[in-house]
């Protein structure tokens, strides 16, 4: 499956990619309805932290109406018509990945698309294959 891998080292805070993405999805260029967030970081490791959403999946067991699913390419997607807008997924995603914006009753993630990739000046962002994450509690259920 492909996720977004990022390398906060070589990230200069440009903003690029949440342009871009708020631009690709939401028609405008407006950080607040970016799925990728850049956060100057006072941990030392690096000036900026990149939160970006990396497909674990732990937000398909908390959505009470079931609207969060996982791709067949690994993807974990909010279905816009099922989501009833509890905000579950955002305060339990464990690195603050899932997104809102007053404009939008959904919340929102990447779907690692790449196009914040293609257009980051410095390479701090990358779409990578890696190994299939264990399936969610709610995806072992509807396998069955």
Partial sequence: MKILKTYPDRCIGCLVCEAICSETYFDEPNSGKSAIRIVEDDSGDADYRIL??????????????????????????????????????????PIGAMFVHPDH???????????????????ALEIVEVEDFPPSETEKWAAK
Avoid at 105 to 123: L, S
């Fill in 52 to 93: 970006v959403c990396q497909q674990l999946g732990d937000c398909i067991d908390v959505c009470p109406a079931m609207a969060i699913r996982r791709l067949k390419n690994g993807v974990v997607t909010i279905s816009k018509k099922k989501c009833v807008g509890c905000y579950a997924c955002v305060s339990f995603c």
């Fill in 105 to 123: 009753v959904v919340p929102f993630k990447c779907i690692a698309c790449g196009k914040c990739a293609d257009e980051c000046p410095t390479e």
